[in-house]
């Protein structure tokens, strides 16, 4: 059972553009939220994260909010680049991070020029 | 300075032979995890290190995995007997601690044919 679900496996924006990437998780012990970038033959990169008693964090083009009643995250990333093209992985933590991430199957996120 | 980094890159075995795959994490970072992905998959947890010790093996697929970390630094991960579906790309993170904002390697890619 998919603790972790990332129900788009791709999407395609125009550079300039918002866009806005989607999580929903299940189990309502999770405490951290995480979205990692990942390009093709390199390991995840951490991009932003947010802590379960805030509902939005902000680092320059990227904004993630956390819905904790309807267990649903997103990422924003505005204004959308050529560079922002990779496989974006949703993850989340309970407890301290001694039983490691669970992550989301991944969307690929494509930048049309 | 220098990030996570993993050895080999890229490892073809011939099923039933036993592989070891290592992992350099940052130094000074005391917590190191395991992850796999297969293919099409989000990443999946195998194990946790806070320095030497794992406190909970039970994210290793079979008993054909094992994996030990010396010193607070270096950790190999070893598969036994390799099956066909043992293929996948091997990930390692590390952190400072069990906080939450892990950072990756650039994976071992295992082939077993």
């Known amino acids: 059972d998919q603790q972790v679900k990332q129900n788009s496996p791709s999407l395609s924006v125009q550079e300039g553009r918002i866009s806005i990437l989607n999580c929903d998780y299940t189990?309502?012990?999770?405490?951290?939220f995480l979205w990692y970038k990942k390009y093709p033959a390199e390991g995840p990169t951490f991009l932003i994260s947010i802590s379960s008693i805030k509902d939005k964090n902000e680092d320059g083009r990227f904004t993630v909010f956390l819905n904790k009643s309807a267990k649903h995250l997103s990422l924003h990333i505005v204004p959308s680049q050529p560079g922002d093209s990779a496989v974006y992985f949703c993850?989340?933590?309970?407890?301290?991070?001694?039983?490691?991430?669970?992550f989301g199957k991944g969307t690929h996120l494509i930048i049309q020029p | 300075g220098a990030g996570v980094s993993q050895s080999p890159s890229n490892k073809v075995t011939e099923k039933g032979k036993d592989v070891e795959l290592r992992c350099d994490p940052i130094?000074?970072?005391?917590?190191l995890y395991w992850y796999r992905q297969s293919l099409g998959q989000g990443l999946e947890f195998l194990i946790y290190?806070?320095?030497?010790?794992?406190?909970?093996k039970s994210g290793l697929p079979s008993d054909r995995f094992s994996a030990e970390r010396t010193g607070g630094s270096v950790s190999t991960l070893t598969i036994q007997r390799t099956q066909q579906e043992d293929s996948a790309v091997y990930l390692c993170a590390s952190s400072h601690g069990p906080v939450y904002e892990q950072y990756f390697g650039p994976g071992t890619r295992l082939t077993v044919t």
């Open positions: 993850a989340a933590s309970e407890g301290g991070g001694a039983d490691g991430l669970t």
């Open positions: 130094s000074g970072h005391t917590a």
């Open positions: 189990n309502s012990m999770f405490d951290y």
């Open positions: 290190f806070q320095g030497n010790s794992a406190p909970d």
